[in-house]
């Protein structure tokens, strides 16, 4: 009878060992193509990624790279302070994109061009959710960033 419960006990051990194993591994799998990167411009040019490869850039928009070209075509570079990366965005860009703004870019690096499918604009510093603020002001913690 002892020897049953102790032979049980390691069969539920194994069998949730190799569950968790499996659950982790769909997991992964899953999720495989949701995972991008993210990748400064100096890191893409020490080591390009291949052309196939989905990841972020991020940086500042390079002063004086920003042109709109032909139909949608948008053309502008991408800088770190150490290295510049030209980029490519077809589509219509964040209100807030502008020069010397930092920004997030998903796509592939082919060529030496960054092609962007989807650019985001980064928010000031002083940026927070109206949600929040009413949240800090009733806890009494919140300070206007303009009352300095």
């Known amino acids: ?10 069969q539920v051990i ?11 591994a769909l997991i992964g799998y899953g999720m495989r193509d949701g995972i991008n990167f993210f990748r400064a411009p100096s890191q ?12 972020r850039i991020g940086g500042l928009v390079e002063e ?5 070209g ?11 302070g150490g290295a510049s990366v ?12 502008a020069e010397n703004q930092g920004m997030v870019g998903t796509g592939h690096y082919v060529n030496g061009v960054f092609e962007a499918t ?5 928010h000031d510093e002083t940026y927070m959710p109206k949600e929040v603020v009413d949240a800090l ?12």
């Open 14 to 24: 194994v069998l949730a060992a190799v569950s968790l194993m499996l659950a982790t």
């Open 1 to 10: 009878m002892r020897n049953l419960k102790k032979r049980r006990r390691m």
């Open 44 to 55: 893409i040019l020490a080591e390009p990624p291949a052309p196939n490869e989905v990841f």
């Open 70 to 80: 032909q139909g949608e075509v948008i053309r502008f570079s991408v800088t770190d």
């Open 64 to 68: 004086g790279t920003l042109e709109r």
């Open 86 to 97: 030209p980029v490519t965005f077809s589509g219509v860009l964040p209100d807030l994109f």
């Open 137 to 148: 002001k009733e806890q009494g913690v919140y300070q206007d960033p303009n009352d300095s």
């Open 118 to 122: 989807e650019i985001l604009a980064k």
